[in-house]
């Protein structure tokens, strides 16, 4: 027999983020982006990944059937303290898993590097926020740490939709009321979730993942009935979201979900992580601030990504941030390296971001002169 909680125990200690389960390889944890192999294991075979499967859902009929019918299920599931979300899939006709391990206390907002006008944008009485970011971008890390916040800070009743439930809150300042989302669960999708909310009188809606039309159409309904709705998106740049959000439309009813989305957008963050000089892992924000110049472009017949990328770069006095910026504010504080920075940029960008470099290091030189003026 497979000593799986050995497994678990293993990755919890060596604060890991993820554990991969597959046939034909050792089980593997991610450790700050690198794959690692989990010790005094050997191989996993078919019969292995048998009696992970049946560990996992332990029992549960529902969640039995549910991948037997779709082959893939997620869930999530407690082991001692600490709570993991589930994927489990079919490779070859062999279960494979991959845990996610949730940490039991939330990082305080401060220490996440997101910038102050996100959680700011937070007292908006109505509107739409997204944080957008591609899978392990810690999209969900930043939506619970600014529930947490709103939570210590303000007097509201916060609705969240989430597949699976993963940081579980406490009413505090806010009611809190928390949903799963799927079959047999609390509701049976976003989209569901999203339209009820209406009648739950809640004043900040949370939607875990924005993946359809219907959903999207459900948030912006949401928004625009007085609520300030909150959502996730799996896109690479604030520029890009609008282009999604946009695409999720047939073409006869995008110019009316353009004026749409250019009342009711609020704030767009996209985020990534990269592996910092210290080994530990780094949010390099993008910041979209919906003012009437972004508006103005979005509610154009046809929108162009580089107007878009160009009017966040330049307006940094209401509180966007350029990406570029900020990979240009990392390296000039000594937390990636230029090759890194450069790495996440297009190449006719790379004279912008040296020429950005340069400017922060003479603004930062004429700082620390204006303070040490005997230096």
Not at 23 to 35: C, H
Not at 297 to 316: F, G, L, N, P, Y
Request: aromatic share 4%.
């Amino acid at each position: 027999m497979i000593d799986i909680e050995n497994i678990l125990t293993q990755a919890i200690e060596k604060d890991a983020s993820d554990i991969h389960l597959i046939a034909g390889n050792k089980p593997i944890i991610r450790i700050r982006r690198e794959l690692v192999e989990v010790d005094g294991f050997d191989v996993l075979t078919p019969d292995d990944m048998v009696e992970i499967y049946d560990y996992l859902v332990r029992g549960n009929i529902e969640k039995d059937q549910i991948y037997k019918e779709t082959r893939k299920l997620d869930c999530s599931m407690e082991f001692g303290d600490i709570r993991l979300r589930v994927n489990i899939s079919s490779s070859d006709d062999v279960p494979t898993a991959v845990l996610r391990i949730i940490k039991s206390t939330l990082p305080k907002y401060e220490d996440l590097g997101v910038p102050d006008i996100v959680s700011r944008m937070m007292y908006q009485p109505q509107g739409l926020i997204l944080v957008t970011g591609k899978t392990n971008s810690g999209k969900s890390t930043t939506l619970n740490a600014l529930i947490n916040r709103v939570n210590e800070e303000q007097n509201k009743k916060i609705l969240t939709l989430e597949s699976p439930i993963e940081f579980r809150h406490k009413s505090k300042k806010s009611i809190i009321v928390q949903k799963e989302v799927g079959l047999g669960r609390d509701c049976r999708n976003f989209s569901e979730g999203t339209k009820n909310s209406l009648r739950e009188d809640c004043d900040i809606l949370v939607i875990g993942e924005i993946r359809d039309r219907e959903t999207m159409e459900a948030a912006i309904e949401t928004a625009e009935s007085g609520h300030l709705v909150i959502g996730t998106l799996h896109t690479k740049s604030c520029a890009e979201t609008i282009d999604r959000m946009i695409n999720f439309y047939e073409i006869r009813d995008q110019q009316t979900v353009k004026f749409l989305i250019a009342s009711l957008l609020k704030l767009v963050v996209s985020q990534r992580l990269l592996k910092g000089r210290d080994n530990s892992l780094v949010l390099v924000p993008e910041v979209m601030v919906v003012d009437s110049i972004v508006a103005g472009m979005i509610r154009k017949e046809k929108i162009s990504v580089s107007e878009i990328e160009d009017a966040i770069q330049s307006s940094s006095e209401k509180g966007s941030i350029g990406l570029i910026n900020s990979l240009a504010q990392l390296f000039v504080d000594d937390k990636i390296t230029l090759d890194q920075a450069k790495a996440q940029i297009e190449e006719k960008n790379i004279e912008v971001l040296n020429r950005t470099i340069m400017q922060l290091k003479i603004k930062r030189d004429s700082q620390a002169k204006s303070m040490n003026p005997g230096f």
